[in-house]
Nanobody, 126 residues
């Protein structure tokens, strides 16, 4: 089992940047593929980015590709989401996800994810 805690959300102007962090408990962090999802008010939770256990491969939603970068540091049990060129439509609660199955956190069905953090709010003003 793993517990996830997100941080780094906040209010930023359009065009700005934020870096989200996801700290994981336990000694098995490197056995999980990691992902970031987001949920805007009144919308379904959607995939944003995913990364393999080693960090060697990454996956992105079309809407964020080229602007967001997912990474991880297995020595620190932490995953990151660097978000650049933020736009008002990026406003959402961002959730960290962990699953042994890469397919789940790399664009899969959010309802299949094993572990979730509680989320961190990102608000982008125009």
């Amino acid at each position: 089992q793993v517990q996830l805690v997100e941080s780094g959300g906040g209010l930023v102007q359009a065009g700005g940047s934020l870096r989200l962090s996801c700290a994981a408990s336990g000694r098995t962090f490197s056995t999980y593929a990691m992902g970031w999802f987001r949920q805007a008010p009144g919308k379904e939770r959607e995939f944003v980015a995913g990364i393999t256990r080693s960090g060697g491969s990454t996956y992105y939603a079309v809407s964020v590709k080229g602007r967001f970068t997912i990474s991880r540091d297995n020595a620190k049990n932490t995953a990151y989401l660097q978000m650049n060129s933020l736009q008002p439509e990026d406003t959402a609660v961002y959730y960290c996800a962990a699953d042994h199955r890469l397919s789940t956190v790399a664009g899969g069905d959010a309802s299949s994810v094993d572990y979730w953090g509680k989320g961190t709010l990102v608000t982008v003003s125009s």
